[in-house]
């Protein structure tokens, strides 16, 4: 019964851990601009070499954004230098300026 009740409070201190963290996350995510959150995706995704499979129906989706707002973003991190969009394919034009830009979210 004591074996039991010392693995039940362990898994009870490891969910209430991964809720306090996933609680920060969303959070922290909460206060980017929909700019903000476009590059942290673009960059998951390209740190995961998946890059190439991202479409703007699932960014919009992961982003929470509309289309609309997405494609204003979209272009100005276009114009800005910091990615391309061609033939409905995403491509990073420098990883290390998407990650100076997202320095702050990135180091917490």
């Known amino acids: 019964m004591k074996i039991d ?22 959070t ?3 206060l980017l601009t929909v ?3 476009i590059l942290l995706s673009i960059h998951n995704h390209y ?3 998946d890059l190439e499979h991202l479409t703007k129906q699932t960014l919009s989706s992961e982003v929470c954004a509309p289309i609309r ?9 276009i114009d800005e230098g910091l990615i391309n969009y061609r033939d409905k394919k995403f491509s990073v034009y420098s990883i290390n300026e998407i990650e100076k830009y997202l320095e702050n979210f990135l180091s917490n």
Do not use: H, M, P, W
Not at 5 to 26: M, R
Not at 69 to 77: G, T, V, Y
């Open 35 to 37: 700019k903000d959150r």
């Open 47 to 49: 740190k995961i070499g």
């Open 5 to 26: 009740f010392n693995f039940n409070l362990y898994i009870i201190k490891q969910l209430a851990s991964k809720l306090i963290l996933s609680s920060e996350t969303v």
């Open 69 to 77: 707002s997405l494609n204003r973003s979209i272009a100005q991190c």
């Open 28 to 30: 922290r995510l909460s």
